[in-house]
C-alpha cells in the first residue's frame, strides 16, 4: 500500500514554488488565491524569509504547494492507499482522501494560521526538540518542569519535541538531560504549537469548523490525535479542534500504517523530514519526497514493473502503471463535456479539487478500445483501454488542460 504524507509548518522556503510555474497544477494557486483573499503567489515565488516565517504565511503556502504537488500526480493517475499529514498536513490529507473539499481547506488553514499567530502574540511560547530520550522520560521532564512545558511532537523514537513557555521548556530541557537526553535543541518557531498555549486558537478554529461538512475519507486518514484513522467524516471537526493543544503522534501513526502492511511513503510537497522519519521508524520502509515535477516522473518509474519500490505498493493506480486501474487523459487545453450514453449510473470518483458533493457522477459500464468519453472543446476524447467506466475525474462544463485525467477505468491486468 502507497501512503501519501503531507509536511506542516516549517518545510517552507522562500522560493519553493518556482519549480511548479510553468506546470498545470499550478493553476491550483489562483484558485487558492482567490478563496484566501491572500496573493499566494507572492508567498510561494517572493516573500522573503522573514514575512513567508510568519504562521499565518506559512502554513497556508505549505498546505497549497502540497495541494498543488497532490494534483500533479493525480493528472497521472497516482492515489494513495492511506493518508497522513503532520500538523497543518493534516488538513492536506483530507483534502487528498475526499473527507475536505479545497475551498473548505483554504478556508480553514486561513483561520487556523491566523489563529495560532494570535495565540503565539498573545501567549508568547518557544519549541526544543529533545534527542536520544524516550517518550516517558520526556513526559516525565515535563511534570517535573511544574509548569510551562508539555510533550508536543512524538516524532520517532528518542526524538521528541517539547514546547511551552521559554522558561518552562528550558527548565524541562535540563531535566531531559538528567533522564538521558543527548541534546536539547532550541526550535525557531513562533509560539508553543501543539500545547495548551494554543487554546485561544482551539476556540477560534471551533467557529470554522462548525461551518464545515467533513465527508466520509476514501481512504484511511490516520490522525494526529490518537493515531488511528477515522473513517466516519462527522469525527474530524473534533479532532482537528484537539489537534491544536494536542501532541502529535507522529511515530505512532506510522506503526498504525505498518498494521496495515504499508512499507511505501511518498511525501507530498516541500520538505523531506518525513521521507526520513519513515526509514527511521519503520524498518523496511521505501520512501520518497515530490517536490518538484521531475520528482513525479521519478516515482512513476520506480513505480514500474521490477523496481524494489513496486513489491511494497501492490495494486495501484495509473496510466503509466502495470495495474488494475488507468485514466483517461485530456489530449488539448478546454472544457470538458462527457459523451452521453455510457451506461447507468456508478460510482462517483474523486476529485480533490471540488467538494464531495460537486463531483460530476459519471456513467459506468463496459468500453472498449477507442470508444468516446467526450469531448475537451470539441476534440474528441477516446479511451486507450478496454475495462469498466468506474467515473469521471472532471465537472461537465470544467475547464481542463491537456494531460489532464477526465475518466478512471477498471481494466484486466496485461
Sequence with gaps: MLVFTFPGQGSQRPGMGRDWVEHPSWELVATASEISDRDVAYLLLDAPKEELTQTKNAQLATFTL?????????RVGLEPGACAGHSLGEYTAL???????????????????????SAAEDHPGTMAAALGISDSDAEAACMRAEEGAWVANYNAPGQVVLAGTADGVARAGTIAKTLGAKKVMPIPVGGA?????????????????????FADPEVPVVANVDARAHPDGAEWSSLLSAQLTSPVRWHQSLAAFEAMEARAYVEVGPGGVLVGLA?????DAKALVVAKPEDVDFLLGVLSDGSPLQAYVGS?????????????????NGVFDPAPGLGAPGPVARNTRTAATDVQPAPAGLVATGDLIGTVSGVEVRTQFSGTLMGLLVL??????????????????D
Aim: charged share 25%.
Design 95 to 117: 483534502v487528498a482522501s475526499g473527507a475536505l473539499g479545497l475551498d473548505d481547506g483554504v478556508r480553514l488553514v486561513v483561520e487556523r494560521g491566523e489563529a495560532m499567530q
Design 396 to 413: 461537465s462544463g470544467e475547464r481542463v488542460t491537456a494531460g489532464q485525467p477526465v475518466a478512471w477505468l477498471r481494466v484486466e491486468p
Design 193 to 213: 504549537f501543539h500545547s495548551p498555549l494554543m487554546a485561544p486558537a482551539r476556540d477560534r478554529l471551533r467557529k470554522a469548523l462548525a461551518e464545515v461538512s
Design 316 to 332: 495501484h493506480s495509473g496510466e503509466h502503471t502495470a495495474m488494475r486501474e488507468r485514466v483517461v487523459p485530456a489530449p488539448v
Design 66 to 74: 502540497s495541494l498543488v504537488v497532490l494534483d500533479a500526480l493525480e
Design 279 to 283: 526509514r527511521r521508524i519503520v524498518g
